[in-house]
């Protein structure tokens, strides 16, 4: 990816876990960054940064606010990452699921046809959205049935198709990425990844009972590294095709219960593991395995960071912040 000063980026979703990375490796190749903050925001993951990004107030739901900020800053760039993005969230609050990922993505879209800019928007879809996967049509293409099991996926198939359809509409540059699981540091800690690794510092540091408290451990997740995830979402508004879909995953699976083994291999605590049923989702997707032929082909994108050092530094983030 070639060094480009002043080019105008636009991050929604700044503050969150992909935001910020995504924001570092955007100022590393000289992008002007800007990024829509609400007022309660947490800004722990961009503090480090914040002295050199250019952020505003600002809330999907709110679309005059949008309108106004994309009509100053005039980015050429947009990443749409902001989302209510825990599945677990989403069957406790469907409605506000609903409002967020798909009233906040139609307002955003609004905002940019009204200021009649035409932007390149990456939006952050999801390997959600494919829910219920027969063996049969493993490891999962771009073109399988979508069939989503959860309130969190059925909002993320509604934007993805939104992008869809603007596109088809207004002739806008949207580019759909459905990002299989990612983690790394900053991971929040509602997230399986994060949450065990944060269980297991707290053991060490003695604050609490040598127990981890886990939900289904047999389930299969595509898990990429944070920071070659917005690697791929950067090449994918440089390379990608108006209006086309893309897979971005590791194209392996590992069980959650090998997860959690690889982070207790990095410990020296002796535990306990204890099923908890309140962590246990109505439906859950056995196995989630991405086939990405289709980016690495266009971009050159590939994963470069093993899944075992993102376990080590996930573990390691939290044991700096517990």
């Given at each position: 990816m070639s060094n480009i000063s002043k080019e105008r980026a636009l991050i929604t979703g700044i503050t969150g876990f992909a935001g910020s990375h995504l924001a570092e490796l955007l100022l590393s190749y000289g992008?002007?960054?800007?990024?829509?903050?609400?007022?309660?925001?947490?800004?722990?993951?961009?503090?480090?940064?914040?002295?050199?990004?250019?952020?505003?107030?600002?809330?999907?739901?709110?679309?005059?606010?949008?309108?106004?900020?994309?009509?100053?800053?005039?980015?050429?760039?947009?990443?749409?990452?902001?989302?209510?993005?825990?599945?677990?969230?989403?069957?406790?609050?469907?409605?506000?699921?609903?409002?967020?990922?798909?009233?906040?993505?139609?307002?955003?879209?609004?905002?940019?046809?009204?200021?009649?800019?035409?932007?390149?928007?990456?939006?952050?879809?999801?390997?959600?959205?494919?829910?219920?996967?027969?063996?049969?049509?493993?490891?999962?293409?771009?073109?399988?049935?979508?069939?989503?099991q959860s309130p969190y996926a059925v909002s993320k198939v509604a934007m993805d198709y939104l992008g869809y359809q603007y596109f088809q509409s207004y002739k806008m540059i949207i580019i759909r990425t459905r990002g299989f699981n990612h983690t790394g540091p900053r991971r929040g800690e509602v997230f399986v990844t994060s949450n065990f690794a944060r269980q297991i510092a707290m053991i060490e540091k003695g604050k609490v009972e040598p127990v981890i408290h886990v939900g289904d451990l047999t389930t299969e997740r595509d898990w990429t590294d944070v920071r070659d995830m917005v690697k791929g979402y950067l090449l994918a508004v440089q390379k990608g095709k108006s209006g086309e879909v893309y897979n971005i995953c590791s194209e392996k699976a590992i069980k959650v219960g090998d997860m959690l083994n690889m982070l207790l291999s990095y410990s020296r605590k002796k535990v306990k593991i204890r099923r908890d049923i309140s962590r246990l989702r109505p439906s859950d997707v056995p196995i989630l395995l991405g086939n990405c032929s289709k980016f690495k082909k266009l971009t050159g994108w590939k994963p470069e960071i093993p899944f075992a050092q993102t376990m080590k530094d996930l573990l390691n983030y939290w044991r700096g912040r517990v």
């Open positions: 992008y002007k960054v800007s990024g829509i903050v609400r007022a309660r925001s947490k800004t722990d993951n961009i503090d480090h940064i914040r002295h050199k990004l250019h952020l505003e107030d600002a809330d999907l739901l709110d679309s005059h606010s949008l309108y106004s900020i994309i009509g100053k800053i005039k980015p050429n760039y947009i990443f749409h990452l902001a989302a209510q993005s825990f599945v677990q969230s989403s069957w406790a609050s469907p409605a506000n699921t609903m409002e967020i990922n798909i009233v906040g993505s139609v307002n955003l879209f609004e905002a940019v046809k009204r200021v009649g800019l035409n932007p390149v928007i990456q939006i952050a879809c999801s390997s959600e959205e494919y829910g219920l996967v027969y063996p049969s049509e493993l490891p999962v293409k771009e073109d399988n049935p979508l069939r989503p």
